[in-house]
């Protein structure tokens, strides 16, 4: 809600830009490109464009991760002329990805901490995350990169302690892999991983891929 609340706001000052012809990219005074791009009507036709973007866009953040429109795709057949959509709108499509990636990780490091809480207090570790609820967290969030945001965070044993993992942005399960083959989080073939160690230091490195001795 309130990435949408926020992405509201965005869409009235984008929407600013266009209307006001003393904003924006054309400058003023005009350019030769802005007199084009008004005096052929392609200035309205922007406006709509960047209208249903910005639409698109409220109704994403609305809606789970896997089922929102695809934005990219949206401005990526739009006419090249169309550039005031072009430059405004896909920041905002960047900003909803990422948006939902610090959500993922902070539940995720929400649920780490009490998940420690628990084995601390009980000398175990817990069988599944919703017996976190309600002693240690008020309840268990699902993950909003699972189809349709229903489904858990992964959660397993590992070698000196346990690993709690988001499916990422690709929606897929790559069983707790944290760095792809280049070495970089967040990639395409990993998930957002945190790990939770029985004892004090690291736990035993699970995360193929380059660099993996200076990232674990």
Do not use: H
């Not at 706001?9 to 929407?15: D, H, M, N």
């Not at 901490?113 to 309840?139: H, M, S």
């Not at 499916?167 to 990993?190: F, H, I, M, S």
């Amino acid at each position: 809600p309130q990435f949408v609340r926020a992405l509201a706001g965005e869409r009235g000052l984008g929407l600013g830009t266009f209307f006001d012809d003393r904003l924006g990219f054309m400058g003023n005074p005009p350019s030769l490109l802005s007199a084009v791009w008004k005096g052929s009507g392609v200035k309205y036709l922007d406006e709509a464009a960047g209208i249903d973007a910005y639409n698109l866009m409220i109704d994403s953040a609305a809606r789970p991760y896997d089922q929102a429109p695809d934005i990219e795709q949206y401005i990526d057949n739009l006419p090249v002329i169309y550039l005031c959509t072009r430059i405004m709108v896909p920041p905002l499509d960047v900003a909803f990805a990422t948006t939902v990636r610090y959500q993922a990780a902070n539940d995720l490091a929400v649920l780490t901490i009490a998940a420690k809480r628990y084995q601390l207090k009980y000398g175990r570790w817990p069988a599944r995350l919703d017996e976190l609820a309600p002693e240690f967290v008020p309840d268990v969030p699902n993950d909003p990169f699972s189809p349709g945001g229903l489904s858990p965070y992964r959660y397993e044993p590992r070698p000196g302690g346990v690993i709690l993992y988001s499916l990422g942005k690709d929606g897929v399960d790559d069983a707790g892999v944290r760095y792809g083959a280049d070495g970089e989080e967040y990639q395409p073939g990993t998930d957002i991983v945190f790990e939770c160690p029985t004892a004090a230091g690291r736990m035993t490195p699970q995360f193929p891929g380059v660099g993996q001795s200076e990232k674990n």
